[in-house]
């Protein structure tokens, strides 16, 4: 069964600043999809960024990057200048492209980050 | 108006009470979602819909009874649970395909549940 791990139960950075998320999963499959949600304070999830595990290319979304690394199996998440709407709790979560119930999303524990003014 | 809105955002029950909580997604999506999460836990799937039909259960004791009347509404019927169900329970939908793809899930912002 695939799993995600995300070591980091709390983490801190200064407004501006540069931080980044660790997460690690375990899965015997080639292609699947990768993602990092975020779970601010009011609790709505959002995505904030996707892999594709077939793309080489690491995905950004604005200060927002991953660094995905598949024959480790890592895909962390970089946050650069960060700023105070950044404090939240952030998912890593993992999808196989397979249908049924190994196309759904399998989450880590999350990670709260804290940002300093 | 936000895409899944949950009710109650907050609700506390007796363990001998019967209560539901209500999911309704406003985005034309055909999949919808139940999730546990509780504290210092990865969140747990707990039900899947599609198209109304459960194809998803993941061995969830028999007090927690989804329902999915179609494919905007999803409730999760409560009975006597227990004080470790206590936890934030969130609803999401997704437009699911036929295999599974990069499929977007957007979230409720959950419903508060303490068990008593």
């Known amino acids: 069964a695939q799993t995600v791990t995300q070591s980091q139960p709390e983490m801190s950075v200064q407004e501006a600043e540069t931080v980044t998320l660790s997460c690690t999963y375990d899965t015997s499959e080639s292609d699947y999809y990768l993602f990092w949600y975020k779970q601010p304070p009011s609790r709505q999830m959002i995505l904030v960024i996707r892999?594709?595990?077939?793309?080489?290319q690491n995905a950004t979304e604005n200060r927002f990057s991953v660094n995905f690394q598949k024959a480790a199996k890592s895909f962390s998440l970089k946050i650069s200048d960060s700023q105070l709407g950044d404090a939240a709790m952030y998912f890593c979560?993992?999808?196989?492209?397979?249908?049924?119930?190994?196309?759904?999303?399998?989450f880590g524990k999350g990670t709260k980050l804290s940002v300093k003014p | 108006e936000t895409g899944v809105t949950q009710t109650p955002r907050h609700l506390v029950m007796g363990m001998t009470n019967k209560k539901s909580l209500k999911c309704e997604q406003h985005l034309g999506h055909n999949a919808m979602y139940w999730y546990k999460q509780s504290a210092k836990k990865p969140l747990e799937l707990m039900f899947v819909?599609?198209?109304?039909?459960?194809?998803e259960n993941n061995s969830v004791p028999s007090r927690f009874s989804p329902e999915c009347p179609n494919s905007s509404h999803l409730f999760l019927h409560l009975h006597t649970l227990q004080p470790e169900d206590s936890a934030l329970y969130l609803c999401a939908s997704s437009a699911r395909g036929l295999a599974g793809g990069e499929r977007e899930l957007f979230f409720g912002e959950g419903s508060r549940l303490t068990v008593l």
């Open positions: 819909y599609n198209f109304k039909e459960q194809t």
């Open positions: 892999q594709e595990a077939y793309k080489q």
């Open positions: 979560a993992y999808r196989g492209v397979l249908g049924g119930s190994q196309g759904n999303l399998i």
